[in-house]
C-alpha cells in the first residue's frame, strides 16, 4: 500500500527563509500578512500522479520557455512556484531535492517503493532502455502536479483586484519546455538568458516586485550533504553548476555565456540530428534509446536518447551537474530539457503512431529493475503510482492527454501538420527543404499561435528565418543546385552523409565527448566546443557511477556530416557530394577528437569500443510541406582510423 503524503508548509520554512535572506541567497518574501494563511494551509501534494484539470474541457499546452516569459501572470507564478520548491523542506517528498533525486544521487526510496536488493544506491531513471522516453513522461508530470499544485495556492495569495486575473493564468499553467534545437530569435542564443543570464530575478508576486535568487541558475542545497555526491569536486559544491571554474575552489562560478555559446555552435549538429531523427526512425526501437540491441544497421545509430545526452553533456559545459547522469536532475535546466524531449516524442509519436515498445532487455539495473529482466509495455514506471496499488505502464502513458497537458505542436494536429512543423522548425541546415521554402508564411513555433500577445516576435521569427539555409550561422543564398541535387524518376535527390558512432558508455568511467572537426584543431580542448569548423560532438552521458560497470552497454549515436559538406561544396572545396568524392575530401581533412567532459584529452585508441563509420543514403526530398525526405539505404563507405 503507497502511502499518500500530505504536504504541510511548516513554519520553519518561513525561518530559514528569512535566514537565508541574509545571504545572496534568497527566496521570495510573502510578508507577515500573508504568514497566517501560509502556515495553516495544507494543500494535498500526493505521490499518486494523476492528471492535471482540464480547463473549458481541454488539455493545456506545455510551452517553449520564451513563449511562457511572454505571459505575465505565468511567468512570473513559474518563478515563485520553482523558488518555492527549491526552499521547501529536504525532508518533503514534494521539495526540489526529492523530486529530483528520484532520478539518480542520492538512490533514495521515493513513495515506500523499496530497492531490489543490492539496487539501493541507484536512482529509479531507466536509460540505455526502450523505457527511456516512457518512464520519464510520468516523471515530469509528478513534478509538473507538484509545480501546478505550488501554483494554485500561490495564486490565491494575491489581493482581491488581481485574483481572478492571476487565478485564471493558474489554471492554465503548464510547465515550459526549452527547444534546444530551433533557431532563437535574431541576436539571441539558442541558451535563453532567462536561464543563464543572471543568478537573480525580479518576480512579480503577491507582495510586490522583489529580486529573489534565479530558480533556473541553479538549486542550492538547504542544507548540502556533501555525502549524496561522493566524489571531488562535487562534494564541495553546495549549489549546481554549469562550467563552473575554478574546479578547486568550493565557490567556483559558473559560466553560462560558455554554455551558451557551445549550444549555439551546436545548433546545426542537433537540427540535423532532430530531423534525421523524424524522418528516417520509423522503429520506436530504433529511436527510443541508444542500446546497441537492435542497432546493428547503419540506418539507425542515432535515438532520441543519445542526441538528448549530448545536450546533457554540453549543458553541463565541463563539470557541471547536467553532465554527470546520477547528478542532472538537480540542475533547473533538467526538466525544461526533459519536457522538449517528451514533446519530441509526442511530436515522433504522431509521425510513427504504429510502433512502440516491444519486449527487450534492461543493459543496466534501476532501483527498482535488475539488468537483464525483460522490459515491455506491462512493466510497471516505479516509482509513479497510478492509484494506492499500481503503477504507470508504458502501455499507459500513450497517450499524453491522458495527463492534461500537451503541446501546441501536436494538439489538434494533422500527421500532415506535425510534418509541415517540422519542416518548419528544423531544417535551417538541410537542403531537404530547400524548394519548399520560398512560399512559407509562418515559421514561429507554434506555441506562440496560442499565445496571442506576441505579433512583434513572430516578424522577427519570420524575417530571421527566411533566409534559404545556413550554416555556421551564415546564410548561404547561392547552393549550386547542380552539385547537390540530382533528379530522377523518383524525384529530386541529394546525399545525406553521417558519422556513425559506437562506444562503451563507461569506458572512460566518466561522461565524454567525441568531436569532428574539417581542417586544425587547437590543442587546448576548452576551446573545442566553439571553434567555427567544429562538425559536431557526440557527447556520451555516463559518470562516475559504480553501480554500471564499463564492461556492459555499448552505446551508438551519430555526429551528421551534410551541413558541413553542403558548405564545403559552395565554395568549392570538395567537388560534388558523391562517394569519391566525399571520401578523398574527408580521409584527411576530418579531425576526430576525445576528451572527458572537464576536459582532459583522451587518445581515442584508449576508448573502449570506439568505431567511426562514414555512411551515405540518397534522400528523396518532400514536394509538399506535409511530407518528410525519403531515405534510401544507409550505406558505409569507410571508417575512420582510430
Ligand atoms: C531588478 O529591478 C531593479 C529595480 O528596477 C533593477 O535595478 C535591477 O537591474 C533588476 N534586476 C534584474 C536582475 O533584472
Ligand atoms: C548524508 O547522506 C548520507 C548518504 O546518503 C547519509 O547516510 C547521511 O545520513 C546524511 N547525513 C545527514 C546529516 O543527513
Ligand atoms: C555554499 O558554499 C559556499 C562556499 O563554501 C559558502 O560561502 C556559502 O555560504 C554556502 N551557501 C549556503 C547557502 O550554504
Ligand atoms: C566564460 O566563457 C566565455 C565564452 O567561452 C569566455 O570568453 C570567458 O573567458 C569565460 N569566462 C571565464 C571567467 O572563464
Ligand atoms: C523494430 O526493431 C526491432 C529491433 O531491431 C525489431 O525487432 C522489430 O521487428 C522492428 N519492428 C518493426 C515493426 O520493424
Ligand atoms: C552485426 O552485423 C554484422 C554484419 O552483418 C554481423 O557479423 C554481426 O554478428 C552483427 N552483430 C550483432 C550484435 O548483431
Ligand atoms: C495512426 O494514424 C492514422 C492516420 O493518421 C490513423 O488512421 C490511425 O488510427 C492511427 N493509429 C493509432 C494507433 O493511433
Ligand atoms: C489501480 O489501477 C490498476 C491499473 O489501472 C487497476 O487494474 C486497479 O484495479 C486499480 N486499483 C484500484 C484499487 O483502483
Ligand atoms: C484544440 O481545439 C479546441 C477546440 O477547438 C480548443 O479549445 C483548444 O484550445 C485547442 N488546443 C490547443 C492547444 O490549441
Keep these: 500500500m503507497a502511502s499518500i503524503y500530505t504536504f504541510v508548509l511548516f513554519v520553519s520554512f518561513f525561518f530559514s527563509h528569512g535566514l537565508a535572506n541574509i545571504h545572496s541567497n534568497k527566496g521570495y518574501d510573502y510578508g507577515h500578512r ?20 482540464l480547463v473549458d474541457g481541454q488539455p493545456q499546452p506545455r510551452l517553449e520557455i520564451r513563449t511562457l516569459q511572454k505571459n505575465h501572470d505565468q511567468w512570473n507564478l513559474y518563478i515563485l512556484a520553482l523558488s518555492w520548491m527549491q526552499y521547501t523542506s529536504q525532508d518533503s517528498p514534494f521539495s526540489w531535492y526529492q523530486i529530483a533525486g528520484i532520478h539518480g544521487a542520492p ?13 539501493d544506491n541507484i536512482g529509479y531513471c531507466h536509460h540505455v532502455s526502450i523505457l527511456f522516453p516512457t518512464w520519464h513522461r510520468p516523471y515530469l508530470v509528478l513534478y509538473e502536479q507538484t ?4 501554483v494554485q495556492f500561490i495564486a490565491s495569495l494575491w489581493p482581491p483586484e488581481d485574483l481572478d486575473r492571476v487565478q485564471e493564468a493558474a489554471k492554465r499553467f503548464r510547465i515550459p519546455y526549452w527547444d534546444w534545437a530551433v533557431a532563437p530569435p535574431a541576436g539571441e542564443s539558442v541558451f535563453p538568458l532567462s536561464i543563464g543570464g543572471s543568478s537573480v530575478v525580479n518576480v512579480s508576486g503577491p507582495n510586490g516586485i522583489q529580486s529573489v535568487s534565479n530558480p533556473l541558475f541553479s538549486f542550492a542545497f538547504k542544507p548540502f550533504n556533501g555525502s549524496i555526491f561522493p566524489d571531488s569536486p562535487y562534494n564541495k559544491w553546495n549549489e549546481t553548476k554549469r562550467a563552473p571554474y575554478p574546479i578547486s575552489d568550493p565557490n567556483a562560478i559558473s559560466n553560462n555565456s560558455f554554455v551558451a ?41 542515432d535515438s532520441i536518447e543519445s542526441l538528448h545526452d549530448s545536450v546533457h553533456t554540453i549543458g553541463g559545459g565541463g563539470w557541471g551537474h547536467l553532465a554527470i547522469i546520477a547528478y542532472s536532475a538537480f540542475d533547473p535546466v533538467f526538466f525544461l530539457h526533459h519536457a522538449n524531449v517528451d514533446r519530441i516524442f509526442a511530436m515522433w509519436q504522431v509521425v510513427h503512431n504504429d510502433s512502440y515498445v516491444v519486449p527487450t532487455a534492461a543493459v543496466y539495473a534501476s532501483h527498482t529493475q535488475n539488468q537483464g529482466d525483460i522490459e515491455d509495455i506491462w512493466t510497471p514506471l516505479k516509482p509513479f503510482f497510478v492509484n494506492d496499488t499500481s503503477f ?31 519542416n518548419r522548425l528544423y531544417t535551417d541546415y538541410s537542403p531537404a527543404t530547400i524548394t519548399l521554402r520560398s512560399n512559407q508564411h509562418s515559421l514561429s513555433h507554434a506555441d506562440q499561435e496560442v499565445d496571442d500577445q506576441t505579433p512583434k516576435t513572430r516578424s522577427q521569427q519570420h524575417s ?10 551564415e546564410p548561404i543564398s547561392h547552393l549550386p543546385m547542380n552539385v547537390v541535387f540530382q533528379v530522377d524518376s523518383k524525384g529530386k535527390s541529394y546525399r545525406e552523409w553521417i558519422a556513425n558512432i559506437e562506444v562503451k558508455k563507461h569506458a572512460l568511467k566518466s561522461s565524454f565527448l567525441i568531436y569532428l572537426f574539417l581542417g586544425d584543431v587547437p590543442d587546448d580542448s576548452s ?9 559536431g560532438s557526440l557527447g556520451i552521458f555516463a559518470g562516475p557511477d559504480r553501480s554500471m560497470r564499463a564492461e556492459h552497454g555499448k552505446v551508438t549515436g551519430t555526429i551528421p556530416l551534410t551541413s558541413a559538406l553542403m558548405r564545403m561544396a559552395v565554395d568549392g572545396d570538395v567537388q560534388s557530394l558523391a562517394p569519391e568524392d566525399v571520401e ?14 572537464d576536459g582532459t584529452v583522451v587518445s581515442a585508441n584508449e576508448v573502449d569500443g570506439l568505431r567511426i563509420s562514414i555512411v551515405t543514403s540518397m534522400v528523396t526530398i518532400p514536394t509538399t510541406e506535409d511530407q518528410l525526405p525519403r531515405w534510401g539505404e544507409v550505406k558505409p563507405i569507410f571508417d575512420l582510423v582510430i
Excluded: C
Design 34 to 53: 500573508m504568514n497566517l494563511r501560509v502556515n495553516k494551509r495544507d494543500f494535498g501534494q500526493s505521490s499518486i500522479v494523476g492528471s492535471l484539470p
Design 107 to 119: 538512490g533514495q526510496t521515493w513513495g515506500n517503493v523499496a530497492p531490489l536488493p543490492g539496487n
Design 147 to 150: 509545480m501546478y499544485n505550488i
Design 261 to 301: 555559446a557551445s549550444f549555439d555552435k551546436h545548433l546545426p549538429s542537433y537540427q540535423q540530428r532532430l530531423y534525421n531523427l523524424f524522418a528516417n526512425y520509423p522503429n520506436y526501437t530504433h529511436f527510443s534509446n541508444e542500446g546497441w540491441i537492435g542497432q546493428n544497421n547503419s540506418g539507425t545509430f
Design 392 to 422: 504507470w505502464t508504458s502501455g499507459m502513458v500513450r497517450d499524453l492527454e491522458t495527463f492534461g497537458y500537451t503541446y501546441a505542436d501536436v494538439a489538434n494536429k494533422t500527421r500532415g501538420e506535425v510534418v509541415a512543423a517540422i
Design 464 to 473: 530571421h528565418k527566411s533566409r534559404v539555409m545556413a550554416w555556421r550561422h
Design 527 to 535: 576551446s573545442w566546443q566553439s571553434l567555427d569548423n567544429l562538425v
Design 584 to 597: 578523398q575530401f574527408l580521409k584527411p581533412a576530418l579531425q576526430l577528437r576525445i576528451a572527458l567532459v
